[in-house]
């Protein structure tokens, strides 16, 4: 192995390093008390080292939401493919996506509320962006009804899931009715 290859090894691994330390204090402690002299003292790296990395705490936030993209495009097609016929896979969908929100709250808000800096329905959208979405329309794609846009319809299904998600968290909708509340975005909003 080249000196470069190790170096470049190194700094991909300080990297994950500081986005998963990120994301570990923004599931503890909220994202406010994400700040760039923590994560340092943190990862026991001077803050020059972290800005070596990331511009500051919009592309750290950026970073930690294209990995939770990921993160949700397999769980996503993982709950869809174990279903069997298209009511159990947008249904398996819709509550991979709400548990998903739940289980990671900071993840999501770097996903969906806060500024990571991150295009989204444009042309330079990141690739994993682009696949989560990909993942909501492969299954529900399925469900559209005729005459309308696969991926119009997407993006309302969506709008409702993260709707629910969000209002649930801040405890605006009581959390006993989720599971119904599913059903019901899956009963009136799909064509089965």
Request: proline letters at 4%.
């Amino acid at each position: 192995m080249s000196v470069q290859e190790r170096k470049e090894r190194e700094r991909a691994v300080r990297e994950r390093l500081i986005v998963a330390t990120a994301r570990e204090l923004a599931e503890q402690q909220g994202w406010d008390a994400v700040t760039t002299r923590r994560l340092a003292e943190r990862i026991e790296y001077s803050q020059p080292v972290l800005y070596s990395h990331f511009r500051g705490k919009r592309e750290i936030i950026g970073a930690v939401a294209l990995e939770g993209a990921a993160e949700m495009a397999t769980a996503l097609r993982a709950a869809a493919s174990a279903a069997d016929g298209p009511r159990a896979r947008v249904t398996a969908l819709a509550r991979a996506y709400l548990d998903f929100a739940e289980r990671n709250p900071a993840v999501y808000d770097a996903m969906f509320q806060l500024d990571g800096g991150l295009a989204f329905a444009h042309e330079d959208t990141p690739e994993p962006l682009k696949d989560a979405f990909a993942a909501l329309l492969e299954t529900l794609g399925e469900v559209t009804g005729e005459g309308v846009h696969p991926a119009l319809f997407t993006e309302v299904f969506w709008a409702a899931l993260h709707g629910l998600a969000t209002l649930t968290r801040a405890g605006r909708l009581p959390t006993e009715d989720a599971e119904r509340r599913a059903e019901l975005l899956v009963d009136r909003l799909a064509v089965i």
